[in-house]
């Protein structure tokens, strides 16, 4: 707790502080326009992805249709 706590108050602190400084940089709100937006791209992908492959295993007996949902659960065991 003390190892988050800490330091996001110190990073919130400073951040104040050159925020009152300096101001906000209006290439900032340009470049945070521009990651939520290819975060909002990537989950969508990911999402329809994930549901076109259970629709798929679900409504399909094929074998290959299965091959790619325990395909696609890799991603959750691999990096453990």
Known sequence: LIGFILPALHI???????????????E???????????????TFVAISLGFLVASSARLSHAPVAGAFLRASSLGYAVPG
Do not use: D
């Not at 900032?28 to 990537?42: F, G, L, Y």
């Open 12 to 26: 919130g602190n400073e951040a104040w502080k050159r925020i009152a400084f300096a101001g906000v940089s209006p």
């Open 28 to 42: 900032i709100w340009r470049e945070i326009v521009n990651t939520i937006s290819i975060s909002a791209v990537a």
